[in-house]
């Protein structure tokens, strides 16, 4: 099985800064995307950042505040957040396109989610 495992939120105030981790463990033969998603209460999850290879996208509301970074050695993808904002608050989800064996498809998988709480 394929778990992806999560870390890194918690509370900080307008401004401050957190670095998400998450790390992909067992049957995988690559990873071709890994990203970061969040669902704030009401809204539809969305797009944060992703990251292939050394091609990285940002969703604008991040763009310039939020640097994602990724370690093919260890299966882990980072996000770092700074100048956060109360916008920002939201359960932070860690997405990996994952290929378990060499011809096989890929698949979605996705962690437990970290929650991002930014104080005014």
């Known amino acids: 099985q394929v778990q992806l495992v999560e870390s890194g939120g918690g509370l900080v105030q307008d401004g401050g800064s957190l670095r998400l981790s998450c790390a992909a463990s067992g049957n995988i033969f690559s990873i071709d995307i890994m990203g970061w998603y969040r669902q704030a209460p009401g809204k539809q999850r969305e797009l944060v950042a992703s990251i292939s290879g050394g091609n990285t996208n940002y969703a604008d509301s991040v763009k310039g505040r939020f640097t994602i970074s990724r370690d093919n050695t260890k299966n882990t993808v980072y996000l770092q957040m700074n100048s956060l904002k109360p916008d920002d608050t939201a359960v932070y989800y860690c997405?990996?396109?994952?290929?378990?064996?060499?011809?096989?498809?890929?698949?979605?998988?996705w962690g437990q989610g970290t929650q991002v709480t930014v104080s005014s």
């Open positions: 997405n990996a396109k994952i290929r378990k064996y060499r011809y096989s498809s890929v698949y979605d998988y």
